[in-house]
């Protein structure tokens, strides 16, 4: 993930994601906390709350609400 790119509580983003086994996936969160090494979110593709390792994150972009 950029290192400049600040997340805060109830923002929605659109991420890439890259998953420990290598898959690349587009998906869509909104933001309810972070800490020095994850972000945590609902995740609209998994419709569930996931946490996501920041290292991870290829790119970041701020979405409008669904």
Same mark, same amino acid.
């Given at each position: 993930?950029?290192?400049?790119? $600040? ?9 890439? *994601?890259? !998953?420990?086994?290598? +898959?690349?996936?587009?998906?869509? #969160? ?7 090494? $994850? ?9 569930? *709350?996931? !946490?996501?390792?920041? +290292?991870?994150?290829?790119?970041? #972009? ?5």
């Amino acid at each position: 993930m950029l290192a400049n790119q $600040k997340v805060k509580a109830d923002q929605w983003v659109e991420i890439i *994601y890259q !998953s420990q086994s290598g +898959e690349i996936t587009k998906r869509t #969160i909104k933001i309810y906390g972070s800490n020095k090494e $994850k972000i945590f979110g609902y995740c609209f593709m998994r419709k569930d *709350y996931r !946490s996501f390792y920041k +290292e991870q994150i290829l790119a970041m #972009i701020p979405k409008k609400r669904l």
